[in-house]
């Protein structure tokens, strides 16, 4: 069996948000939740660092933290990260899978 269309659908459906990056930590795709959750399009987080949606909000400790993960399992939460452009609105918004 072919499972692609079902984790193209996974992917594209998810209500969490999936963001997908090269070793240098630039954005190659993510998914629509991703691009919601932060506030920013698509098309403007393609090619930028994942630090785009840095907003100063988050302890160093929690980025410490991911990134240990990252470099261990290849894959990581953003459970205490918060959405930079979102935050700035005023109304932070939490990156935890399934909020």
């Known amino acids: 069996m072919d499972f692609t269309p079902v984790l193209r ?3 594209a459906d998810s209500l969490d948000g999936i ?3 090269d ?9 629509p939740a991703y691009a919601q959750l932060t506030g920013y399009t698509r098309a403007e987080l ?11 909000l988050t302890a160093p ?3 410490a933290r991911m990134w240990h993960d990252l470099s261990h399992r290849a894959s990581g939460s953003g459970r ?12 932070p918004t939490s990156l935890s899978p399934g909020s």
């Open 46 to 56: 393609i090619g930028r660092r994942t630090n785009v949606i840095r907003s100063g």
């Open 19 to 21: 963001v997908v990056a």
């Open 80 to 91: 205490s990260l918060i959405a930079a452009r979102t935050a700035q609105s005023g109304s």
């Open 61 to 63: 400790a929690a980025f």
């Open 9 to 11: 659908s996974v992917y």
């Open 23 to 31: 070793a240098d930590t630039v954005v190659l795709d993510c998914n």
